[in-house]
């Protein structure tokens, strides 16, 4: 089993960055990938990027040249910094853990909301 606990969310402006960080926990050896999705108010989920246990990362379109993904060194750790946040970035951001032929494991999400 794999635990993921995201931290990070909170109110912000327009235009303002932050960064989001997702500690996994258990056995996360099995895991080959981390991501993060993120679920709007009445919206569907939506994947925004990937980080590979290699550290090669893919991008949504959405979030392309906006959002990084990163290991903060820590091998249980991964970041997503969100520059240039918009109202519409308004969402509850999920992390992501990759097995390979098992379900995807969740965290409980960490909710940001961008305003003036």
């Known amino acids: 089993q794999v635990q993921l606990v995201e931290s990070g969310g909170g109110l912000v402006q327009p235009g303002d960055s932050l960064t989001l960080s997702c500690v996994a926990s258990g056995s996360i050896s099995r895991l080959y990938a981390r991501g993060w999705s993120r679920q709007a108010p009445g919206k569907q989920r939506e994947w925004l990027a990937t980080?590979?246990?290699?550290?090669?990362?893919n991008y949504a379109d959405s979030v392309q040249g906006r959002f990084t993904v990163f290991r903060d060194g820590a091998k249980n750790t991964i970041n997503l910094r969100m520059n240039g946040l918009k109202p519409e970035d308004t969402a509850v951001y999920y992390c992501?853990?990759?097995?390979?032929?098992?379900?995807?494991?969740w965290g409980r999400g960490t909710r940001v909301t961008v305003s003036s």
């Open positions: 980080i590979t246990e290699d550290d090669h990362t």
């Open positions: 992501q853990g990759m097995e390979a032929g098992a379900n995807d494991y």
